[in-house]
């Protein structure tokens, strides 16, 4: 049985950076993509990194200039950098994932997620 806890969340000011993390515990195959959403008050969640099984990444295109996935497997741990926060950053970040080479960055496209950390800006 797999979990995913997220942690790093919290109240910053604009401008500032912030790194989310996400340990996951429980089997997962080598074949393992995770990804990073979020998802603010009243919209859908969206995707905003995948890493998959061999390192590489893909972003969505308008966040990838401020947001750097990435994972620690020693420590089973994943990772989201961002950089120049601002108040549109405020929503609920979740980590998610699912036992494949490659994927996406639907919702549908992930099995496992998190609880979510909550990240404010102002």
């Known amino acids: 049985h797999v979990q995913l806890v997220e942690s790093g969340g919290g109240s910053v000011q604009a401008g500032e950076s912030l790194t989310l993390s996400c340990v996951a515990t429980?089997?997962?195959?080598?074949?393992?993509?995770m990804g990073w959403f979020r998802q603010a008050p009243g919209k859908k969640r969206e995707g905003i990194a995948v890493i998959d099984s061999d390192g590489d990444t893909a972003y969505a295109e308008s966040l990838k200039d401020r947001f750097t996935i990435s994972v620690d497997n020693a420590k089973n741990t994943l990772y989201l950098q961002i950089n120049s926060l601002n108040a549109e950053d405020t929503a609920t970040y979740y980590c998610?994932?699912?036992?494949?080479?490659?994927?996406?960055?639907?919702?549908?496209?992930?099995?496992?997620w998190g609880r979510g950390t909550q990240v404010t800006v102002s």
């Open positions: 429980g089997y997962m195959p080598s074949t393992t993509c």
């Open positions: 998610a994932a699912v036992s494949k080479m490659t994927t996406g960055l639907q919702t549908d496209d992930y099995f496992y």
